[in-house]
């Protein structure tokens, strides 16, 4: 069974417009939770990362993501995208175990519309 | 400060042919790891290390073996090559919390 579901294969916005990526794992604890964004040809980037305290992470870019308990899930947002965001994003856990193993979501492609 | 290099970026075998994927780390990190990523499928852990002279299988090891005798290099080997290990190869280091990720080695096998 997938542990970590990115629900939305392919998201297109206009330049300028709100982003929400969806990211929901499945593990009983808390684990530790990602984004990486992967521009074409390229290699991971990452762009934030929760361990505990608070909630709300802030990364690069202009990146945030929430870590809401209750749901399981850890939404990557950015209030004003850029046509340099178009890229591929990918959610990852780690269970918290001393390997340090990252289970990645399937990923969500973003298109920018100028 | 390199980061993490992959050896070669580029590859295309024929079925039954072996090859060796090289990665190396300068960062003194402990953790090494190898992924594939396939269309739709995320990246996929093939082998791990927690340290020099150590290996581990990750998630879909058939048909990989690893080395790691040198703590800053991390071997990735394909004995006998098949179509279904057409992919991108993605090698990682980690510190105490966070993965470093290599720029990928795009491999074909006709």
């Known amino acids: 069974a997938q542990s970590v579901t990115q629900p939305d294969i392919h998201i297109t916005v206009s330049e300028g417009a709100s982003l929400e990526l969806r990211c929901n794992y499945s593990?009983?604890?808390?684990?530790?939770l990602f984004w990486y964004v992967q521009s074409p040809g390229q290699g991971l980037q990452l762009l934030l990362k929760?361990?505990?305290?608070?909630?709300l992470v802030q990364g690069i870019k202009g990146f945030e993501a929430e870590f809401k308990r209750s749901q399981s899930s850890f939404n990557l947002r950015k209030p004003s995208v850029h046509w340099s965001d178009a890229a591929e994003y990918f959610c990852?856990?780690?269970?918290?175990?001393?390997?340090?193993?990252?289970?990645f979501g399937r990923g969500t492609q973003l298109t920018v519309w100028p | 400060n390199a980061g993490v290099t992959q050896t070669p970026k580029f590859r295309v075998l024929k079925t039954g042919q072996s090859m060796t994927l090289l990665c190396a780390q300068d960062?003194?990190?402990?953790?090494m790891y190898w992924y594939r990523q396939d269309p739709g499928m995320g990246l996929r852990l093939i082998h791990y290390?927690?340290?020099?002279?150590?290996?581990a299988k990750g998630e879909v090891p058939d048909g990989y073996n690893v080395s790691r005798l040198k703590k800053q290099n991390f071997l990735l080997g394909l004995e006998s090559a098949a179509p279904s290990q057409t992919s991108v190869y993605f090698c990682?280091?980690?510190?105490?919390?966070?993965?470093?990720f290599g720029p990928g080695t795009r491999l074909t096998v006709t």
């Open positions: 960062m003194n990190h402990e953790y």
């Open positions: 290390s927690v340290g020099e002279g150590t290996t």
């Open positions: 990682a280091s980690r510190d105490r919390d966070e993965q470093y």
């Open positions: 593990y009983g604890a808390t684990p530790y």
């Open positions: 990852a856990v780690d269970r918290g175990s001393t390997l340090g193993r990252l289970y």
């Open positions: 929760y361990f505990s305290g608070d909630t």
